[in-house]
């Protein structure tokens, strides 16, 4: 399954609206006969990829897979049926599939005589390479990390607004890592007046990458014809709305799964404020500018008892910085 999860991760980012799965087939010895991960839309499924490449070695074997095999005729026909026509005897699976279309594929199998085992390494899928796809299955509205990089003493820029660089240059470029996983990135018409930034995922030599992410600007203000985010590298929607669920909603609506909020304070505060945040990364550098804007801004919390209380997941030093991972804590 860890062979599984890893193959998944490799293709995050790139499989929306559909989840990125990864499936190890295994001969009638155990022995790894084939891997495969989903393919972008209209591609194949990861357990047709995997499959292919044991051909006649999956016979008697064991397919090991991170969602439950579908059983519907999507853009491509069941997995259900393939792992049969493989002549696959026991399949294990983390994460039941909550699509009330797909789901229901174990029932499928098992009446069909294969052995099924469920929820192996089920939280580490969750909270891996399908946490955002099984949020957007389950609330119809993708999942947003908000990301910021401020000093220690959390300001996010300096009492004039420059605010270049405050991360350093490997946390940048461990943005540009995690961008490339995102399905669009948003950012609040100020910070692209104040920073004109470009918003894509380039390499440490300034290349584009041949995939983007959407870019997203939400505000009403109009940005020059000269800004970065109209140069045309990558697709980018201007909503001029204050809405974050209005936002969310238009992003659905385009397939987008997984969405990184960069800012600035004012909009992440509003997605906070709308309960529009599923995850916080903020990139900690080790220095201090006394005044200048806090990470958040109106977020519309007034007294400690109403502070967002956060369990932090990871703590990574990146450079010189610290990276923390953290999701609001579940209430009740
Ligand atoms: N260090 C970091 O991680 C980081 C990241 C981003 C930005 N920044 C810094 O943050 C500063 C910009 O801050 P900012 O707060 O102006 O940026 P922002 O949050 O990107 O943009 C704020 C603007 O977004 C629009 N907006 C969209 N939804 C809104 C809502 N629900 N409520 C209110 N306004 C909404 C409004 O503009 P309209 O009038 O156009 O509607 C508002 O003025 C810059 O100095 C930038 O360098 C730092």
Redesign the pocket.
């Known amino acids: 399954m860890r062979r599984a999860i890893a193959a998944a991760e490799e293709v995050r980012g790139s499989t929306s609206p559909n989840p990125p799965v990864g499936c190890v087939v295994l001969d009638a010895g155990g022995e790894q006969v084939g891997v495969g991960a989903t393919e972008p839309p209209p591609g194949w499924h990861a357990e047709v990829v995997a499959l292919r490449q044991a051909a006649d070695r999956a016979a008697d074997g064991t397919a090991v897979v991170t969602l439950e095999p579908c059983a519907h005729h999507g853009r491509t026909p069941p997995c259900t049926d393939a792992l049969r026509a493989a002549g696959i005897r026991t399949v294990h699976f983390a994460v039941e599939d909550p699509n009330p279309v797909a789901g229901g594929g174990a029932a499928v199998l098992r009446a069909g005589g294969l052995t099924v085992h469920q929820g192996l390494l089920r939280s580490e899928v969750e909270n891996g390479p399908l946490r955002a796809w099984l949020h957007f299955a389950r609330t119809g509205t993708p999942f947003v990390t908000w990301k910021?990089?401020?000093t220690l003493d959390g300001r996010?820029?300096a009492a004039d607004?420059t605010?270049r660089w405050?991360s350093s240059a490997q946390s940048r470029a461990d943005v540009h890592a995690i961008r490339a996983k995102a399905d669009a990135v948003l950012?609040?018409?100020?910070?692209?007046l104040?920073?004109d930034p470009a918003l894509t995922v380039r390499d440490e030599h300034g290349t584009a990458a041949s995939r983007q992410p959407l870019r997203v600007v939400?505000?009403?203000?109009d940005l020059p014809g000269s800004a970065r985010l109209r140069d045309g590298t990558a697709r980018t929607l201007h909503l001029a709305t204050?809405?974050?669920h209005e936002v969310l909603r238009a992003l659905a609506g385009r397939g987008m799964v997984d969405v990184l909020l960069?800012?600035?304070?004012?909009?992440?505060g509003?997605f906070l404020a709308a309960g529009c945040v599923h995850r916080v990364l903020g990139y900690l550098a080790p220095a201090l500018l006394g005044d200048g804007?806090a990470?958040l801004?109106?977020a519309g919390i007034g007294t400690i008892d109403d502070a967002v209380r956060l369990e932090i997941e990871d703590v990574a030093t990146i450079g010189p910085d610290l990276r923390i991972s953290a999701v609001p804590r579940s209430r009740g």
Do not use: K, M, N, Q
């Open positions: 910021f990089a401020a996010v820029a607004g605010s405050i950012v609040g018409t100020g910070t692209a104040a920073d939400v505000g009403r203000r204050h809405d974050p960069e800012g600035g304070p004012t909009l992440a509003a804007p990470a801004a109106g």
